[in-house]
């Protein structure tokens, strides 16, 4: 399998003007030695590389993310690589295939049945993760300069579970971490726990910025009296600004749900991963 051009669906500001595009868009599916099946897309910047290579933002749940991308989006971070992680499908969200890769372990013998929801697998954030920095990561820079010390990961909702899955257990496998409405009501108590063993991650300190709409609600769950960031969320912020080994950035994003959080965030996003040296300090 090959990389394939990928159509951005909206249209450029001004279609007229190929300057405009700043990369090239492209997509191909990786089968893993287990197995599983991935579809990759990328955004390729077409200016010459630094000597040190591009910086590199990952989006989770990539089908929906390109699905937002836009060239307009692109045009603000022409030195940017752009890599989506989605999944053989159609659909901007494989629900059980994401569910059971961005929840963390239940125990130490692998996936199982996710006791909010028995019909669907849970637990596989460590395989997922392996994957990720593995065979994933090895295809989406492939004939690519890419700068090792500047990837940057971002997820939404569960994939914003992984994200932070990932910082409290690998901390340096990626250089800046992007959750955005994390799912923290799943497995809070073993969300807390990984938080509470971290690792101290080796200097540089790890820029965060970590995103949340001011209008979310559960799914299922009665709207909240008075409306505001999630709570949990909130005071897990407060926890990791008093960390050493992290710069923590929080932004609220006024009038935003669920979903709308989503794609409110990829803007600041794209700009995070660009230049994460400006939010150390």
Known sequence: MTWTPYALPAAPADPTNDSYQTHTTQHRSLVTPAGRIYRLFRAHPRRDSPSSGFPVLYLLDGNAVFEALTPALLHEVPGLLVIGVGYDTDQGFAVTDRWLDYTPPLGS?????????????????????????????????QGVPVDGTRRTLWGHSFGGLF???????????????????????????????????????????????????????????????????????????????????????????????????????????????????????
């Open 163 to 281: 994200v932070l899955y990932t910082l409290f257990t690998a901390p340096t496998t990626f250089q800046g971490y992007c959750p955005v409405s994390p799912s923290l009501w799943w497995g809070e108590d073993i969300m807390r726990t990984l938080e509470a063993t971290a690792a101290v991650r080796p200097a540089p300190n790890a820029p965060v910025l970590t995103m949340m709409g001011d209008r979310e609600v559960r799914s299922g769950q009665p709207p909240p009296e008075t409306p505001g960031p999630a709570p949990a969320t909130l005071a897990m912020i407060d926890r990791l600004r008093v960390r050493q080994d992290l710069c923590v950035t929080a932004r609220v994003l006024e009038g935003m749900g669920h979903r709308a959080a989503l794609f409110a965030s990829l803007p600041h996003a794209l700009a995070f991963a660009t230049d994460t040296a400006q939010y150390r300090t």
């Open 109 to 141: 013998d692998g996936p199982m049945p996710d006791p909010h929801r028995p019909e669907r697998l849970a637990g596989g954030a460590d395989r997922f993760l392996s994957n990720l920095i593995g065979p994933l990561r090895d295809v989406a820079e």
